[in-house]
């Protein structure tokens, strides 16, 4: 058997194909949580902080020049060499909400799972009218024997 072959074969399994659905779906929803924790979280933990901009916050590794502006941006492109470690600040934080959500869903699936095993594990309580019928059987039963 070929390697085209065998690659064919490798990639149209479904487990293949379900993990690149879960990688795509994944890499939109990062996306998402990137701009939930850029653009609506961080602005008010920088209100809240005395208008913090996470994403400036470094340490300067070396001399920085008199004429280049004190943003992280301007700092590395005079070449000098930086801690930024407000951007690791985000990228953590994003990374936590991103848990949270994450949790949350398994959570609430897990619920439905269990809810639904219960449905199908307890039998359907038997009609009213049944059980009488069965009871006048059994009555009638027991009487003609």
């Known amino acids: 058997m070929g390697i085209a ?3 064919k074969e490798f990639a149209v399994k479904g487990n293949v194909i379900d993990l690149a659905v879960g990688v795509i779906i994944g890499g939109a929803f990062g996306k998402i949580v990137d701009s939930v924790v850029n653009d609506l979280i961080m602005p008010v ?3 809240v902080f005395g208008k913090l901009d996470f994403s400036n916050l470094f340490i300067p590794l070396a001399r920085v020049p008199a004429d280049v502006p004190h943003t992280l941006e301007a ?14 600040l985000t990228i953590s934080l994003n990374f936590f909400i991103l848990a949270f959500i994450i949790f949350v869903m398994v959570k609430q699936i ?27 059987r059994d009555s009638l ?4 024997s």
């Open 141 to 144: 039963k027991k009487t003609t």
């Open 110 to 136: 897990n619920r439905l799972k269990r809810e639904h095993e219960k449905k199908v594990e307890e039998p359907a309580a038997t009609p009213e009218d049944i059980q009488l019928l069965r009871e006048i």
């Open 5 to 7: 072959q065998e690659f």
């Open 45 to 47: 933990v920088g209100l």
């Open 75 to 88: 700092v590395r492109k005079a070449g000098v060499p930086v801690f930024a470690y407000g951007h690791f």
